[in-house]
């Protein structure tokens, strides 16, 4: 998101060259569509897992700075809050036993990674929101020394005028209210990215597949029930990534106003739909200007970086977002599925992944599509309720009508993943194993979310209180996750 940013502020006339340059930007890209070939010699996917770190207390640690110093691995990089760190896994192909190549790899990164934190006092966790954060952790220096994340704060909260306000209340009533005079709230969300190349023609159908199944997706993979000490929604970083980026008054919500976290309002036709939503609907937040002469470097036959349009998309915070980039020269596009949150597991996190990548095919290429039978607004409601509820919520597909989450998992989606992965050239091997630990958690009902809540639970049941519950709860969090044992064989105290 904007790697090149310089200041954190600008004047009226940058703003305006930017606005131009943008719109130069995406008159550019819609030729580009229309008659530029696109890289595909062969399918990639890739994938970046955000992480936090904890102390010998289970609480955040402000030091990714001196992590990542021993660590000394480009793959890991640093992200908004002092105590988050970020894995960028190389693009890969996916036929064959690549999962599990990639499940060993990811396990050697990581147990690598963890030793080397260890000596710098820190623990590695992959959880969706960390549990033990308190208001209390904010209140010193969170923020990493990156220029553009001091850029982007200064930026939401110009556009605001006045702090945030998070109001999140969970199914079981208890609430979250409470002001942000930072986006230190935001940090806490934690998130696995899974990106799919895909050709310009098909990016549609394969966006609008992403969109159907992202509340099925948190349904299966929800890991965020806890934050400022509250169990509130399953996955609470869905709300509460919306609120802590938001740049809209009270009023701008009341006149409809769209906000910058967003799931969309419509089923698409092309990618240039999305990007032209973004220069539409949505002022500039980091208005850095490039020297590229877009229209030049296109007619020379070459592809242009579109950094401005780049760097507005990513200041758009779509649960599905496309991607245009540049690798060695040659243009390509991504479906970037943002909906899932990190961990519990390696092996939990390629299942996820594995169920994603294969329901997505078979969903993008159905002659009859799920989106031509289902409207957005319930694909939204879909992602709200499953953002709750996670495998306790109830769903809305076309020929099962409303039907819980786990039963079409199983029932009609699981199949779909199979046979999907099959079409990509995906090793029966791999199928088994991954769509195996899918299917095991949908019939034990568990997954992340109702596994933190149910070992609070118990703890608090033994006499505990909500802190030492959370910091009890954590320990065997990360016994588990070390393991890299489904979430769903995880024992309760």
């Avoid at 200007?289 to 970086?305: I, M, T």
């Avoid at 599509?369 to 992602?383: D, G, H, K, L, Q």
């Amino acid at each position: 998101m904007g790697s090149d940013i310089a200041g954190t502020s600008y004047t009226r006339e940058e703003r305006q060259r930017y606005r131009e340059k943008v719109r130069q930007d995406l008159d550019v890209f819609e030729r580009m569509l229309h008659t530029r070939g696109f890289e595909f010699d062969r399918q990639l996917t890739g994938m970046e897992i955000e992480m936090n770190l904890v102390d010998g207390q289970m609480q955040p640690t402000m030091n990714n700075a001196a992590v990542l110093e021993k660590i000394h691995d480009a793959d890991y990089q640093t992200e908004l809050g002092q105590y988050n760190i970020e894995l960028n896994v190389s693009p890969r192909p996916m036929p064959g036993e690549e999962a599990l190549k990639l499940e060993e790899d990811l396990r050697a990164s990581l147990n690598r990674a963890a030793g080397l934190a260890e000596e710098a006092g820190a623990r590695i966790v992959t959880i969706g929101i960390l549990p033990t954060i308190m208001p209390d952790h904010f209140h010193t220096e969170w923020m990493s020394a990156n220029t553009r994340y001091a850029a982007l704060n200064e930026a939401i909260f110009n556009a605001r005028g006045e702090d945030l306000f998070i109001d999140i209340e969970g199914p079981t009533g208890e609430r979250l209210a409470t002001y942000a005079d930072s986006i230190a709230p935001e940090s806490a969300c934690t998130s696995v990215q899974l990106h799919l190349q895909v050709k310009p023609l098909q990016f549609a159908a394969y966006w609008n597949a992403a969109q159907a199944i992202s509340g099925v997706q948190l349904a299966l993979g929800a890991n965020s029930p806890f934050f400022f000490g509250k169990q509130l929604w399953h996955e609470t970083r869905i709300p509460l990534f919306k609120q802590a980026t938001d740049t809209r008054s009270v009023e701008l919500k009341n006149q409809g106003v769209r906000p910058r976290v967003w799931f969309g309002e419509r089923w698409i036709t092309s990618i240039f739909d999305l990007f032209e939503e973004n220069v539409r609907y949505f002022p500039a937040l980091l208005p850095e200007c490039s020297d590229e002469d877009p229209v030049a470097l296109f007619e020379k036959g070459e592809a242009p970086d579109l950094s401005e349009l780049r760097l507005h998309n990513g200041t758009v915070y779509r649960w599905n977002r496309p991607i245009y980039d540049i690798v060695g020269g040659r243009p390509h596009l991504r479906v970037e599925n943002r909906v899932l949150p990190a961990g519990p597991t390696i092996v939990d996190t390629i299942a996820n992944s594995a169920f994603y990548y294969g329901v997505v095919r078979m969903l993008a290429e159905d002659e009859r599509p799920v989106w031509t039978r289902m409207s957005f607004a319930a694909a939204n409601e879909n992602f709200s309720q499953c953002a709750r509820r996670s495998i306790d919520a109830k769903v809305y597909w076309p020929g099962f009508g409303e039907v819980a989450a786990d039963e079409l998992i199983l029932r009609h989606l699981l199949p779909l993943a199979h046979e999907g992965l099959e079409k990509w050239g995906v090793s029966q091997a791999v199928r088994d194993r991954y769509l195996g630990v899918v299917e095991d958690r949908c019939r034990a009902g568990v997954n992340g979310a109702t596994w933190q809540i149910a070992c609070v639970n118990k703890l608090e049941e033994q006499g505990l209180s909500r802190h030492d519950a959370l910091v009890a709860m954590m320990e065997r969090y990360l016994v588990g996750m070390s393991a890299n044992e489904p979430v769903h064989t995880w024992q309760l105290p």
